[in-house]
């Protein structure tokens, strides 16, 4: 579901067998290989389906390529066991769309484009192949917000409240206003961010305009030359505390007084923020934050449920499931065990007229997603986006900020790990 290390469930691999009136032997049962997120749904299916006998084994994230990114390329070659159901990531999930041998279109299990209509489009066109037909359900919208710290923005800004702190970070010269403006009023003592890779996200799934490959070439938008020049400012002027991103300094400036915003997703408040926002004294941060949207609007992670089966006598029991995840009472129970922000859309908006989150200061936090949501592109990624930008970091990114390359140079490097990575199949040439 979503590009993080989350530190329960790094190291073994767990397998949960899900009881049901049937023999585990029997051929009928439905195989799922997942991420953990999917339990929440596949306990509450069990009760409402016990008829339909179900399997999930699920995988810890290792990375940016997961164990389940393998294995799902063993599948291209049909290799292995397959399962009847995969998980895939957003870094990863278009590599195999066009592939009918690995992926089921949603119309060979009887769903229909008027079921698919419930959902906020742009995860359905995620996963559409190059003839338009749907291939997976994603359970949630995965949209990036800014989160903020009212007591700070009131300290140097004299605001607090979301309607007001929206204009300091309308856009992102503004942004950077504000952090120049931080710093200064601060004395140095706030920073904008607590890790200039919060940016990444933002830019290169919200600001960039083109894809990483057009027409077999590599592309490289002004977006992400906006970001280098971004990142290099926030790294030489102190407006980032300098903490690797996920790491426990990190984590830390959660509950701390010295950094005014997270660029986040909506599972980020309590996975992250809620998690941390409490220091070993008791002091907290709880209840003095706020939303609003970022200067573009961002894509932050997202997972997809795939069928992969070729038995299509199982075809009706994996529609029954991937209707339960899209359906009001799935994604009902999700959203109340993890406040995820879901992608049914008459959920949503029964949610945004009641919706208040006391860790916001009582804020109407799924009216703020609704909103981005409205406005996301999801059409940018490729097959190998997760590549993509760990590459970009690693080399142009660190290149740049780092070891004093000029931005022309920092990109041939880049350039040159694309082209030997691709072996010749992606012209990275400039």
């Known amino acids: 579901m979503r590009n993080r290390i989350i530190s329960c469930m790094l190291c073994l691999l767990l397998v949960l067998s899900v009881v049901c009136p049937a023999t585990a032997g029997s051929t009928d049962k439905i195989v799922i290989w997942a991420n953990a997120d999917i339990r929440v749904f596949l306990d509450y299916f069990v009760e409402a389906y016990p008829e339909i006998p179900i399997e999930v084994i699920t995988f810890p994230y290792a990375g940016s390529d997961y164990d ?75 949209v990036g917000g800014l989160f903020y710290r009212r007591s700070i923005a009131q300290k140097y800004f004299g605001v607090s409240e979301p309607e007001d702190f929206q204009t300091l970070v309308k856009d992102w010269p503004t942004f950077m206003e504000t952090a120049e403006k931080l710093d200064v009023l601060s004395r140095g003592q706030v920073r904008m961010l607590a890790c200039a890779e919060e940016l990444y996200y933002p830019f290169i799934n919200g600001t960039r305009k083109q894809s990483w490959v057009a027409d077999g ?24 505390q300098g903490f690797d991103l996920y790491s ?36 907290s941060t709880y209840g003095d934050w706020g939303l609003v949207s970022p200067p573009d609007p961002y894509i932050y992670g997202g997972t997809w449920l795939v069928c992969t089966s070729k038995d299509r006598q199982k075809y009706e029991n994996i529609a029954t499931i991937l209707r339960y995840v899209m359906s009001e009472e799935g994604q009902r129970a999700y959203e109340k065990e993890t406040g995820d922000f879901i992608s049914n859309m008459k959920l949503q908006e029964e949610l945004a007229a009641t919706s208040s989150c006391d860790f916001l200061g009582g804020q ?57 990575h691709f072996n010749g199949e992606i012209d990275a040439s400039d």
Not at 94 to 115: A, F, H, K, M, N
Not at 389 to 397: E, I, L, S, T, V
């Open 217 to 240: 070439k590599l592309v490289i938008d002004d977006a992400i030359k906006m970001l280098m020049d971004y990142t290099k400012v926030f790294y030489d002027k102190g407006y980032t």
């Open 364 to 420: 109407n936090h799924y009216e703020v997603f609704r909103s981005i949501a409205a406005s996301v592109n999801p059409t940018l990624q490729t097959g190998h986006d997760g590549f993509f930008r760990d590459c970009f970091a690693n080399y142009a990114m660190t290149s740049y900020i780092s070891l004093g390359y000029s931005m022309e140079e920092a990109l041939d490097s880049f350039r040159e790990q694309v082209g030997l």
């Open 248 to 283: 426990q300094e990190w984590y830390d400036t959660i509950h701390r007084d010295d950094t005014l915003c997270r660029l986040l997703p909506p599972w980020a408040l309590a996975h992250w923020l809620e998690l941390y926002c409490t220091d070993e004294n008791g002091a």
């Open 68 to 142: 389940l990114t393998q294995r799902m390329d063993a599948l291209i070659a049909d290799t292995g066991t397959r399962p009847d159901i995969i998980n895939v990531e957003i870094n990863n999930a278009r590599r195999w769309v066009d592939l009918d041998d690995v992926s089921v279109s949603l119309y060979d299990l009887g769903i229909t484009e008027e079921e698919l209509s419930v959902l906020t489009p742009a995860t359905v066109d995620f996963m559409r192949d190059s003839e338009g037909r749907p291939k997976g359900i994603s359970y949630q919208v995965t």
